[in-house]
């Protein structure tokens, strides 16, 4: 693609050294650069990519999309934000790939990967192909395997690539999307034509970045607020901030809304978990349904019913919808069983909401004579606020809590441990135990943790790496918990 051809729509401030070259490719790691390729110098929290124009363009780099002017003699495009400006740039560049997809983006705190691989299912059962894209990677079929993601919603140039092949090579039509709250404020979904957009939750999250509950709403609202004529939206009506979701979808929009406490379009009655799952009736389009699911807790029953909600509001039937649903088993890391004796529960949940919510669930299926354990930590260099908010809820929650380590990154393990028991009303060692080094914390379940009761595992879930101050390990709870309980591993 010629250069003026890349930038005819782009809204720049200067153009200089200009030559109407050919460009290949766009990158933004001067690592990767390739012959051929515009380098967008990013403006990021820790780096700024107008330091390494230089090895860019040593390694085959031929213009470069800049904040400001750069003592290079290659054409260079002056952009307010190279940040927001690479959107625009590779959806130019990949010819606007969304344009000809069905693509709903999803989310919200939690739920948001329970979601999409839902509605792919349903997709599935209702004969038509489905890709996903999220905090696991992206796959082109329920049954098929991974591919590797860097963010829950990739950078521009990667995310337009994708959805391109999606739609050229594999011939797909329909795309569901983890969005996450950073890549609709960095501008990562720019260009991207959304046909509807689903509303999981919105708890407290990733603070250390948005500042403000209002900032944090804001920037999900901007996956609303870009929804044109015709297409819909579906909302959790039981979330505190529903209404203000509501309020600001543009006119046209189809909304839905789904719920357990509140009147909405699609609603879960009389709900009962047991060890096998979750058992309700669905009310939707004046019928009901009863429903089972392999799946457990109270978020389950909301991931299922905003699922439903988004096939319905495609025009799917319902009763094919509950075909997909009911024999699934659940998503790797979210509220998985490991082991059944205790009855041990790897949970991605790290934050308080999202803490509550497992704690909850795993609370309704313990035993009488057991006792819920919850073994957790948090992750370093990320909002430290939400520390003794989540010690308070396992506090009163779980019988017996083991606080260890998350993802320490840059921190001091025990700095957030000290921040996790400020939330604390006791210490004292019948219901806390401390232990900073996670696998040691996990070996400790085998001298606490009886037959009959339950554990919870939280905060890593699917993931198997920890992150330390200078190094990342292999690590995965699940592993851990199988060789701690080996004989009664499921």
């Not at 030559?19 to 380098?39: H, L, V």
């Not at 990949?94 to 989310?107: A, W």
């Not at 509605?119 to 489905?130: A, L, M, P, R, S």
């Amino acid at each position: 693609m010629k250069l003026d051809e890349l930038i005819e729509h782009l809204d720049y401030k200067d153009l200089i050294n200009f030559k109407n070259i050919d460009i290949t490719g766009i990158s933004y790691n001067s690592k990767t650069t390739k012959k051929g390729d515009i380098f967008v110098c990013l403006v990021g929290e820790h780096t700024d990519g107008h330091e390494y124009a230089k090895n860019a363009l040593e390694n085959g780099a031929v213009a470069l999309l800049v904040e400001r002017k750069l003592d290079f003699k290659v054409p260079q495009v002056v952009v307010s934000s190279t940040r927001h400006k690479i959107a625009d740039i590779a959806d130019r560049f990949y010819s606007s790939p969304s344009e000809g997809l069905n693509l709903i983006g999803i989310t919200g705190t939690n739920g948001k990967t329970t979601v999409t691989h839902l509605i792919q299912k349903i997709f599935e059962e209702n004969g038509q192909k489905c890709a996903l894209i999220g905090t696991l990677g992206y796959k082109l079929s329920s049954d098929g395997e991974y591919r590797d993601a860097k963010h829950t919603t990739p950078q521009a140039p990667e995310l337009q690539a994708t959805l391109r092949m999606i739609k050229d090579v594999e011939k797909i039509d329909n795309v569901v999307m983890e969005v996450s709250s950073h890549a609709l404020d960095q501008n990562r979904v720019g260009g991207c034509r959304f046909n509807g957009a689903v509303l999981t939750n919105l708890t407290q999250d990733h603070l250390d970045y948005h500042i403000t509950m209002d900032n944090y709403f804001e920037a999900k609202a901007l996956l609303f607020k870009g929804l044109k004529e015709n297409c819909f939206a579906v909302i959790n009506a039981d979330d505190a901030y529903s209404e203000r979701f509501l309020n600001i979808i543009p006119e046209g929009v189809k909304k839905l809304t789904y719920g357990v406490k509140k009147n909405a379009d699609v609603q879960a009655k009389n709900i009962q978990f047991s060890m096998n799952g979750a058992e309700f009736t669905l009310a939707a389009q004046g019928q009901e349904y009863p429903v089972n699911l392999h799946m457990n807790g109270m978020f389950s029953v909301y991931n299922v019913l905003a699922a439903i909600t988004t096939a319905m509001a495609q025009g799917i039937d319902i009763n094919t919808s509950l075909r997909a649903l009911q024999n699934v088993k659940g998503v790797a890391g979210r509220f998985e069983v490991v082991v059944k004796k205790p009855l041990v529960i790897v949970d991605y949940a790290h934050t308080p909401d999202g803490l509550e919510n497992v704690l909850n669930s795993a609370r309704e299926i313990t035993p009488k004579d057991g006792r819920l354990i919850c073994l957790f930590g948090c992750g370093g260099d990320r909002d430290a606020t939400k520390r003794p908010k989540m010690g308070a809820i396992a506090e009163k929650i779980a019988d017996k809590i083991i606080i260890t380590s998350d993802n320490p990154r840059s921190e001091d393990p025990q700095q957030i441990i000290t921040d996790i028991i400020a939330g604390l009303k006791s210490v004292a060692a019948e219901k806390v135990t401390v232990e900073p080094d996670r696998g040691k914390a996990i070996e400790l379940l085998k001298t606490i943790a009886n037959n009959n009761d339950v554990v919870v595992i939280a905060g890593k879930g699917h993931e198997d790496y920890q992150i330390l101050k200078d190094r990342t390990i292999h690590f995965d709870d699940r592993e851990q918990a199988r060789k701690v309980f080996e004989g009664s591993v499921i």
